[in-house]
């Protein structure tokens, strides 16, 4: 009989390399590994082995938040942001800074021009509530970004700006930036795609001439507000907070020229004195085009403005698709003389939705500020609204 050998006793290395079977994966894995973690964990990752040391030094990404490094001394901060951009071996693509405890200095200075040297394709600065921080000109060189999101900054670009040519994503929040640069901006990014302002300063009208635009979303004070060549923009969201009135001195109806260039808007949502704004000037019975693609619409609307009314009864009319309405209704100087005379405005409102909506949110208040008083909902197509208190 025959008799076998024993196994042959594995190594220790051996049998670490097989456990280790992450660290024999390939590099560019390993790289997309570490580029879920935080900054803080994939750095942490070069005391596991010789393989992993400054493989976190490869990634294109870099991202600086509270959640990367908590601290909140900002000289530590600081050190830790050097740091990690001399060490990296790889371009950046990706740079976020948003810290809590950040504050402008020149250190921020040295990191843009350090950064021009990249191919930087998504760029985020927030800087906390403070002092604006002036976006140095060596920002403006940066030509192969996709993303931008800026908060507590201020723009000047030199004169030669040609803008952002590839950039596809704007969001600015408390940013001051002049009438002329905020349309330029706009202009000369032939790409642009989504664009948010909120809470924006330096400019009194917002004029969008951007013809890839799909998203829209402004909140902040603003006399006038002109839409052209926006002919793909499906999602606006318009919150302005000027109180806009009858008499304002308008050479059309503000209804007929915010809609003109909005064929394919599919989902609006108007806030604030939005409504207002649209009521100023000869309202139109209806829109001259249909909005034959708005399925959803959301706003708010004083309760006793006829004008206010009336627009929203015109726009309805003119949105033949519409499916989900969400009203916010307020009451100023409610008089309960009147509710006869309100009741009939409030039914001449819906009377026009009747065979188009299937569900419809309406959110009453007693007061300038709103509270879920009451919600009406549509059951069925061609029924009576039904109430529910």
Request: hydrophobic share 45%; net charge positive.
């Amino acid at each position: 009989m025959e008799q076998t050998e024993p196994p042959k006793s594995r190594s220790k290395v051996e049998i670490e390399m097989e456990l280790d079977r992450i660290s024999n994966l390939p590099s560019d894995v390993i790289v997309k590994i570490l580029s879920c973690l935080t900054l803080k964990e994939a750095v942490r990752t070069s005391v596991l082995s010789s393989r992993w040391r400054n493989r976190w030094a490869m990634l294109s990404g870099l991202i600086f938040d509270e959640k990367c490094f908590s601290t909140e001394n900002c000289a530590t901060f600081v050190n830790i942001v050097y740091h990690v951009l001399l060490s990296h071996i790889v371009p950046v693509e990706k740079f976020v800074l948003s810290h809590p405890h950040l504050i402008p200095t020149i250190d921020i200075d040295r990191w843009v021009l350090h950064l021009s040297r990249n191919s930087i394709k998504v760029f985020e600065l927030r800087i906390p509530d403070g002092p604006q921080y002036e976006m140095p000109l060596r920002f403006f060189s940066y030509q192969d970004m996709i993303e931008l999101k800026l908060s507590q900054c201020l723009l000047k670009p030199p004169t030669t700006f040609k803008g952002f040519r590839t950039l596809k994503m704007v969001r600015f929040q408390r940013v001051a930036l002049a009438q002329d640069v905020l349309e330029n901006l706009i202009l000369c990014c032939p790409l642009l795609e989504s664009l948010t302002i909120i809470k924006c300063i330096g400019f009194t009208h917002l004029k969008i001439d951007a013809p890839n635009l799909r998203f829209l979303s402004f909140s902040g004070r603003l006399e006038d507000v002109s839409l052209q060549n926006t002919l793909n923009l499906a999602v606006v969201r318009f919150n302005p907070w000027r109180i806009y009135h009858r008499q304002d001195h308008v050479s059309s109806s503000n209804l007929a020229k915010f809609f003109v260039d909005l064929p394919h808007i599919q989902r609006l949502t108007i806030d604030g004195a939005a409504v207002q704004y649209l009521a100023v000037g000869d309202l139109p019975g209806r829109l001259p085009k249909p909005c034959l693609h708005l399925n959803f619409l959301s706003l708010l609307l004083s309760f006793n403005v006829l004008a206010e009314i009336l627009t929203t009864i015109y726009l309805l009319r003119s949105s033949p698709a519409l499916k989900v309405l969400h009203v916010m209704v307020r009451f100023t100087l409610l008089m309960h003389d009147h509710f006869y005379y309100k009741n009939l405005l409030f039914r001449k409102l819906f009377c026009h939705i009747s065979d188009i909506l299937k569900l419809l949110t309406l959110f009453r208040s007693a007061s300038a500020f709103f509270s879920a008083s009451t919600v009406f909902i549509l059951l069925k197509k061609k029924q009576s609204l039904g109430w529910i208190t």
